[in-house]
């Protein structure tokens, strides 16, 4: 028999406001095998650690049940408190009396009674338990981190700084993801190029970091500090070891129909080309849609003009396996489709454009050489209408519910400068909220409007017309209560941003999970926010949630710190609460197999004794390093082999069973 | 291909070339249009307020008659279609709608919404398809710049009448095109034209045709075709402009195309 | 407000359907309205008005009569608050009362044109007359 003491947490008021904890000690002070009940404020806490601490010495316990709030929350932290008194962690058991109780029931005496049977299915199963002990895996030392924009790129060099190796996967042709495309960066208005691009020298130059760029993570297997990754290296079509980046192939290409991705189509590319100067690597990639020899045969300019035969019609995708300890995703965002906002025009006016496109058409390396030029008949515009949330904090269905968070200050920084370089420009701003939570960010947008008289009006704009050349807005303006129209030259939409698509496939790779608006989730929104629920995944940047640069990069070093942490042990401690088979039960139909999301489990043949019978049967092995404990083959095994280590078939009946008491 | 039709009030009286070139062009598209029996006037306004039924009862019925003849139920004018398309969106997911309609009419049957509910010019681009319309063009009016008013009933609200894109659309500009000539794309093809405040207030109607039609001129267009009595009605009889562009209904330049006119 | 003027909120919100504590003052649907200059209260004022039980006032306002049911903002609301919905309502609470239509049968063929479809005029019994 057990010896068992029961611990109530009150949680401050969080639990003792709706349940009687003295109460539900008192209840089950006489469960069999009870020895000690009792209750404290904090249970948590070092005083309220050392009770339990002392009981255990004192009472000879064999397990403990503390019923405080979630095991998620603090199972961690009273597994280390038994431990410390000599008890096995394993005979720990949490009943959930805050999220399941007092939190949800405004009755007290509702919630005491769900209180007492919560901590009666916790004392049965915990007669059921066995001491487990944890195994250990090895750490195999190298990280990847999947996209290469600041976020990736802050977090490479953050790990690689750490002395271990880092591989950057990047699906586009070059590094540097969106911020490369960014003129200034609020709210210093420093050259977004002037201090992205060294960093992007940092990583490639970096002994410790080693690049895949145009290439993409295919697939992943294993499990923390063991992870096995498949990586496409797109043809580029060019040797990258041959060529020298000297740019002819690129400068004598005929085809110029391609619209350019970097400055955001608003011109064209040739079929072969380096995104921009900076590119890192400087190695041009051919774009198979748009080049004439690998459509039609005919052409093949660049590979007569290239210096250093570096131009290969015939090259083949390439797969890399190679093995991780630790995952980071950075894979950024992009902005929404903004066909269901089409009362603005964006597709029916070259001159309704996106604060990416202006991003460009300010940028000294733009199309435009930075000079503001509207792209239907590039004249200078003189009159320039903002629109703030297109997209954003919508629940209609059209748009995101959620704040983009980054488009209020790049708005301000895009007014200030207008007004600030060209300054008989009127620049209007409609605006719902203007959101400046950041250091320095609210005297930004207060210098656009006092110092550079941006006019920020309060009200959206329903409508955007073309009108003998110029765009009519039609919009409210709130604080007036008139509807008013502006004839403007440009139109700037402050387009939502949302992850980018590539996200979804790899979260079902990762086995990571995503939200509703495909953001991946993190373990804690406040506790853990750069790690993943699953184990040696972590978030950097945007893919977690909307981010501006500073934050970015500072969650890109908090994701790396982690990264760190996990490298630099040389064995993780194993779940021990893992599924196993009983050889003798097991058909070795399977379905378990069939159904793990781990691939934790295989067959082999072997010789079992049933009953004194001997033969080779086909059973089912787990592999207790890959097993996350998930139960998923336990409820799927026919025959009953398959069982759960800590929750087994017998300690969850045993539960049921006090519950329905 | 045979739909069941409705053509309502308008059709019969005022907007009689709308409905008379529309059966024509159907015929030798092969499209037979069979109209119902016994139809009712639809009420011309969808009833926003939720707890209206009775005037959704005339709607139901054309919808249970071509579900009886196991037919998709065709319609011509934006404001039928609008009704029609709607009190069948309620019928399909309103239960309380639902319940009390079918406990007012006592069908044989309950009536849950089983109709498909089709524009003529959805019909044209999605059964007939504007490429074999093409092929079908006997007379193609080259050189005729027209532009397409939409505007309200036929695409709002978007997630219950799935026409086209509510803010940008293609399908009267496709329809253009098939029939030989050069559409012109308004910005105020999609706004309101002044509807049935022109019976209190003929001001904000003029207002609105007169805007609307200055932007189509103004833009080049020589003709300014629409699928809706009433918006033909504004633009043509409350618009005070000098050099007013043709207005006429989409189903006479389709008649004339197909040189049935 | 009168305990009469909260009944007619209350009436307001259910037939209408509309939960006003969805908007975000965004003002999209006054920015897009038609009928903007021939309102005294423009449709973002009907969100917060009958937030706060202010219907008589608005049932008084010519608004109800010149919103033109074109369902713009309808379309274009952010949060689905749809204001169009609670004009409707107003217009429905004033119309409902004994001798309240603001169209009379007699009235109209004064207003009549030839050209007029019936469609107009179907439209507007429905709208201003019960």
């Known amino acids: 028999m057990q010896k068992i003491g029961v611990f109530v947490c009150w949680c401050g008021s969080n639990i003792a406001g709706t349940v009687d904890v003295e109460r539900v000690a008192q209840a089950v002070a006489n469960e069999p095998g009870v020895v000690i009940s009792t209750d404290y404020q904090y249970m948590c806490s070092e005083a309220g650690q050392l009770k339990i601490r002392q009981a255990i010495k004192e009472y000879g316990l064999t397990g403990i049940v503390v019923c405080s709030c979630s095991p998620r929350m603090h199972e961690a932290t009273f597994r280390k408190t038994a431990q410390a008194a000599g008890l096995n962690p394993y005979m720990v058991e949490i009943a959930n009396i805050r999220e399941q109780c007092s939190w949800i029931h405004k009755d007290k005496d509702e919630g005491t009674e769900k209180a007492i049977i919560l901590a009666k299915a916790a ?74 691009t060294p960093k992007m020298v940092d990583a490639s130059a970096h002994e410790k970091i080693n690049l895949f760029t145009y290439s993409e993570v295919e697939g992943v297997s294993g499990f923390v500090g063991n992870f096995k990754v498949k990586i496409r290296k797109k043809a580029r079509h060019v040797k990258a070891d041959l060529c020298t980046g000297c740019g002819v192939c690129t400068e004598k290409c005929p085809s110029r ?49 290239c210096p250093s035969k570096a131009i290969d019609f015939e090259q083949q995708d390439e797969i890399v396996e190679r093995e991780y300890g630790a995952i980071v995703a950075a894979t950024g965002y992009k902005l929404i489709n903004l066909d269901n906002f089409e009362e603005f025009g964006y597709a029916q006016n070259k001159d309704v454009i996106t604060s990416l496109e202006l991003e460009r058409l300010m940028n000294a390396a733009g199309p435009t050489k930075g000079t503001l030029l509207r792209p239907s008949d590039n004249e200078h515009p003189h009159e320039i209408v903002f629109i703030q949330c297109v997209g954003s904090r919508d629940v209609s269905g059209c748009g995101k519910p959620y704040c983009s968070k980054i488009c209020c200050m790049y708005t ?72 008013i129209k502006i004839e403007a030259d440009l139109v700037v939409l402050a387009t939502a941003i949302e992850p980018d698509p590539s996200v979804k496939n790899l979260a079902t790779m990762l086995t990571a999970s995503i939200d509703t608006n495909n953001f991946l989730t993190e373990a804690h929104a406040k506790l853990r926010p750069v790690e993943s629920p699953t184990a040696g995944v972590f978030l950097s940047g945007v893919c977690q949630g909307p981010k501006d640069v500073p934050e970015t990069v500072a969650q890109a070093s ?55 019978k001997r033969e080779v049967r086909r059973i089912a092995l787990v592999n207790e390093a890959v097993c996350q404990g998930c139960g998923a083959c336990t409820v799927t095994c026919p025959s009953g082999a398959m069982d759960l280590k800590g929750f087994t078939t017998r300690q969850i009946m045993a539960e049921v069973d006090a519950i329905c008491k | 291909m045979t739909y069941s039709y409705y053509p309502g009030c308008t059709l019969k009286t005022k907007a009689k070339e709308l409905d008379r ?41 054309a919808l249970d008659s071509a579900k009886k003849e196991g037919r998709e139920l065709l319609t011509l004018c934006s404001a039928c279609h609008h009704v029609i398309k709607r009190v069948n969106n309620d019928m399909l997911t309103n239960d309380d709608i639902r319940m009390k309609v079918n406990n007012y009419l006592k069908l044989d049957t309950d009536y849950v919404g089983e109709t498909n509910v089709v524009h003529y010019l959805e019909m044209l681009r999605d059964a007939v398809g504007f490429d074999n319309l093409k092929a079908a063009v006997k007379n193609p009016l080259k050189g005729r710049k027209i532009a397409a008013y939409y505007g309200c009933l036929l695409l709002r609200p978007a997630k219950v009448m799935q026409f086209d894109n509510p803010e940008n659309p293609t399908i009267l500009e496709d329809f253009i095109k098939a029939i030989g000539a050069t559409p012109v794309i308004t910005g105020y093809r999609n706004e309101c034209c002044g ?55 989409f189903t006479e330049l389709l008649a004339e195309a197909l040189g049935l006119k | 407000m009168t305990v009469n003027e909260k009944e007619l909120a209350e009436r307001v919100i259910r037939i209408s359907g509309v939960n006003t504590k969805k908007c975000m003052k965004c003002g999209k649907c006054s920015g897009t309205c038609p009928s903007f200059e021939e309102m005294e209260y423009h449709p973002h004022q009907f969100v917060s008005m009958v937030e706060k039980g202010q219907i008589k006032k608005l ?44 169209l009379k049968a007699n009235a109209v063929p004064e207003k009549l044109d030839e050209n007029m479809p019936q469609q107009a005029i179907v439209s507007a019994f429905r709208k201003y007359s019960k």
Not at chain 1, 577 to 605: D, F, R, T, W
Not at chain 3, 83 to 92: C, S, T
Request: charged residues 25%; glycine residues 6%; proline residues 4%.
């Open chain 1, 123 to 196: 004392i049965a199963k915990l007669h059921l338990n066995t001491p487990l002990k944890a195994g250990e895996s090895a750490v195999t030392k190298r990280a990847l981190v999947i996209g290469g924009g600041i976020a990736g790129i802050q977090t490479a060099l953050d790990i690689a700084d750490a002395g271990y190796e880092v591989d950057i996967v990047e699906k586009s042709p070059t590094i540097g993801g969106k911020m490369a495309q960014l003129d200034k960066t609020f709210p210093t208005l420093d050259c977004a190029a002037c201090i992205l």
């Open chain 1, 257 to 305: 129909k391609a619209p350019n991705e970097f400055n955001q189509g608003l011109n064209k590319r040739g079929a072969i080309y380096i995104p921009f100067a900076q590119a890192i690597p400087n190695v041009p990639v051919i774009d198979t849609e748009y080049c004439v020899k690998m459509k039609t045969g005919k052409c093949g300019l660049c590979a007569t003009v």
């Open chain 1, 412 to 483: 301000a920084k895009h007014a200030m400068m207008i007004r600030d370089k060209y300054p008989d420009t009127k620049v209007h701003v409609f605006y719902i909220d203007v959101r400046t939570p950041g250091k320095n960010f609210d005297e930004f947008y207060r210098r656009a409007v006092e110092e550079y008289g941006v006019d920020y009006i309060k009200g959206m704009v329903g409508k955007v017309v073309e009108k003998d050349g110029k765009l009519l807005v039609q919009g409210s303006d709130l604080i007036a209560n008139e509807q």
């Open chain 1, 558 to 612: 908090a994701a790396a710190a982690k990264v760190i942490g996990l490298l630099a042990k040389d064995k993780l401690t194993c779940n021990p609460c893992v599924a196993n088979s009983n050889e003798l039960l097991c058909n070795g139909c399977s379905q378990c197999a069939n159904v793990c999301p781990y691939g934790a489990i295989e067959y082999i043949n072997k010789e079992v004794n049933d009953h004194g």
């Open chain 2, 21 to 61: 070139y529309a059966r024509v062009s159907a015929e030798a598209l092969g499209v037979t249009l069979a109209e119902i029996e016994d139809w009712q006037c639809c009420g011309a306004v969808y009833p926003l307020a939720l707890d209206e039924i009775a005037t959704k009862l005339s709607a139901v019925r």
């Open chain 2, 195 to 249: 509807g049935y405040v022109a019976l209190e207030d003929k001001a904000i109607p003029q207002k609105r045709a007169n805007m609307i039609l200055e932007e189509a001129v103004s833009k080049g267009a020589d003709t300014v075709i629409t699928a809706c009595p009433l918006c033909l009605y504004n633009l043509e009889t409350n618009s005070t402009i000098d050099n007013k562009p043709t207005i006429c209904y």
């Open chain 3, 59 to 102: 049932m008084e306002s010519k608004s109800i009569w010149t919103c033109l049911s074109c369902f713009a903002c309808i379309e274009r609301c952010p949060r689905s608050v749809e204001p169009a919905k609670l004009i409707e309502a107003v217009r429905v609470c004033v119309i409902r009362q004994q001798g309240e239509n603001h």
